[in-house]
């Protein structure tokens, strides 16, 4: 039985994740700042170094090495570039991509002494072709894309695959309260540029990386798995 970490636990697609991985059998902790209501949920900000490694060691008492990791935790600010402050900009790269790099870092350490791991970093299909108005968020996960790339190198001899999952337009808090302060327009507009035709569901991001972890997958990797229904693909 493996032990799994999901960043971003405690909502939306990470909160999918995670339930789909116990579904699978594996052992699931999760991290978030609003750690969850399900066992093995720590409140830990992925941007502290010091809290992700103290959850951590709780996590590896309790459940074991941690040898699959899903860094879902993310955020998004939406500014006209003229407008961003430094700190918008270091906030918003400080948890999409150096949370990423925190976590990574404190968990492959498990899965080489394993001589096996699955890494699935939930990127953006932002990244794709840009968006207005997401300049740092878009950047931090073109990042993630690329250090997903790296590592896929650098660790396969290891065991280790490492890939990315950029989501297009999922249903969850972070997507409603976009909508709600009216940076999405219409969401209808969305629905009908999407090729599916629906909105995608935290669920649809979940099922990817639940083969991504699997022994099948074990010869995909450094590979960007778009879950979009078609769009920006
Ligand atoms: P969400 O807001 O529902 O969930 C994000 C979670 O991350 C929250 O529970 C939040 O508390 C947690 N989080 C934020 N900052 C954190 C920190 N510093 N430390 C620990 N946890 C932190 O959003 P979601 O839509 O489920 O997003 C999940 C991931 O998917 C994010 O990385 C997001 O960028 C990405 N994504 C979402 C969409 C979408 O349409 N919903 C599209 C593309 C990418």
């Given at each position: 039985?493996?032990?799994?970490?999901?960043?971003?636990?405690?909502?939306?697609?990470?909160?999918?994740?995670?339930?789909?991985?116990?579904s699978?059998?594996l052992?699931?902790?999760?991290?978030?700042?609003?750690?969850?209501?399900?066992?093995?949920?720590?409140?830990?900000?992925?941007?502290?170094?010091?809290?992700?490694?103290?959850?951590?060691?709780?996590?590896?008492?309790?459940?074991?090495?941690?040898?699959?990791?899903?860094?879902?935790?993310?955020?998004?600010?939406?500014k006209?570039?003229?407008?961003?402050?430094?700190?918008?900009?270091?906030?918003?790269?400080?948890?999409?991509?150096?949370?990423?790099?925190?976590?990574?870092?404190?968990?492959?350490?498990?899965?080489?002494?394993?001589?096996?791991?699955?890494?699935?970093?939930?990127?953006?299909s932002s990244?794709?072709?840009?968006?207005?108005?997401?300049?740092?968020?878009?950047?931090?996960?073109s990042a993630?894309?690329?250090?997903?790339k790296?590592?896929?190198?650098?660790?396969g001899?290891?065991?280790?695959?490492?890939?990315?999952?950029?989501?297009?337009?999922?249903?969850?808090?972070?997507l409603?309260?976009a909508?709600?302060?009216?940076?999405?327009?219409?969401?209808?507009?969305?629905?009908?540029?999407?090729?599916?035709?629906?909105?995608g569901?935290?669920?649809?991001?979940?099922?990817?990386?639940?083969?991504?972890?699997?022994?099948?997958?074990?010869?995909?990797t450094g590979?960007?798995?778009?879950?979009n229904?078609?769009?920006?693909?």
């Open positions: 039985m493996k032990t799994a970490l999901v960043t971003g636990g405690g909502s939306g697609i990470g909160a999918a994740v995670a339930h789909r991985l116990r699978d059998g052992r699931v902790a999760t991290i978030d700042l609003n750690a969850g209501e399900e066992k093995y949920s720590y409140t830990a900000d992925v941007t502290d170094r010091a809290a992700v490694d103290a959850a951590l060691d709780k996590i590896r008492t309790e459940l074991g090495p941690v040898t699959v990791l899903v860094n879902a935790a993310g955020l998004e600010r939406f006209r570039f003229v407008d961003l402050t430094f700190a918008d900009w270091q906030k918003v790269v400080d948890v999409n991509l150096n949370g990423v790099f925190h976590c990574v870092q404190a968990t492959l350490p498990d899965m080489i002494e394993a001589g096996w791991g699955r890494i699935v970093n939930i990127s953006s990244t794709h072709s840009g968006q207005p108005f997401m300049a740092p968020y878009v950047a931090a996960k993630v894309n690329g250090l997903t790296s590592l896929a190198l650098e660790y001899p290891n065991g280790v695959t490492v890939n990315a999952v950029p989501p297009g337009f999922i249903d969850t808090p972070m409603r309260k909508e709600e302060r009216g940076f999405l327009g219409d969401t209808q507009k969305q629905i009908d540029a999407t090729p599916v035709r629906r909105i569901r935290p669920e649809d991001i979940a099922a990817a990386c639940s083969f991504l972890i699997s022994e099948d997958a074990g010869y995909i590979q960007i798995l778009g879950v229904g078609g769009r920006n693909t």
